[in-house]
């Protein structure tokens, strides 16, 4: 999503940016569409999804790629800011942290989740220390969403921001699935210190035997 004032540099890393362009011609709505591409070309966790929620959704272009590649897939986005219509997406604008939001989601899926997805950001404020801990408190929510949401055997995957807490993030997911990976697309951009992580076979948790 744009900055409410832009910038010329942004203006013009917008402009010059071939996945901006690839995103608009192939009506995706953004580029971070591509990173959850080739995360899936990498990692493999798309396929054979049947029910997956996309937290933090809008403006759209992960669950769009999640239609596209999983027809099947029953798909549910949430976010606080509103999203556009996608045909084949139950969208909820609403906190996922708030209490009623398991619920709802669910119900609109049908069953638990077998993939949590998160592209996930918190507005950053330009002090690097800062954005890290913001976004890592979102990063730990959406993994601990997906701790107490997920069918078991299921994947989580999620932006991370590199800077020190990342380590906390890790020590969680490896008490709760069998696998970790990570991974920064090229799609992100040279820059940019976010990365992806993907955890893979949940465990369960300890009422579900």
């Keep these: 999503m744009p900055p409410i004032f832009a910038t010329e540099p942004w203006l013009e890393r917008q402009l010059n940016d071939p996945y901006v362009r690839r995103a608009k011609a192939e009506g995706w709505r953004s580029r971070a569409a591509f990173k959850l591409i080739e995360l899936d070309e990498k ?3 798309l396929k054979g999804s049947r029910a997956v929620v996309d937290l933090g959704v809008a403006p759209g272009g992960w669950a769009q790629v999640v ?3 999983c027809p099947k897939a029953k798909v549910v986005g949430i976010d606080l800011l509103p999203t556009d219509p996608i045909p084949g997406v139950a969208l909820f604008q609403m906190d996922f ?5 398991p619920a709802l989601l669910a119900e609109a899926l049908g069953d638990a989740p077998d993939l949590v997805i998160s592209d996930m950001a918190a507005n950053t404020v330009g002090h690097a ?8 408190g979102l990063v730990e929510a959406a993994a601990m969403f997906a701790v107490e949401n997920l069918r078991k055997g ?3 995957v999620a932006k991370v921001f590199a800077g020190g807490t990342d380590a906390d993030l890790l020590a969680i997911l490896k008490r709760h699935f069998t696998t970790i990976k990570h991974a920064k697309p ?10 992806y992580v993907v955890a893979q076979g949940f465990k369960g948790r300890p ?3």
């Design 154 to 156: 299921g994947t989580f």
């Design 67 to 69: 239609r596209k590649l």
């Design 43 to 45: 990692f493999h966790f």
């Design 97 to 101: 942290m708030d209490d009623k939001a």
């Design 207 to 209: 009422e579900e035997g």
């Design 186 to 195: 090229p799609a992100s951009r040279k820059g940019s210190v976010e990365w």
């Design 129 to 136: 220390a800062t954005d890290h801990l913001r976004t890592m």
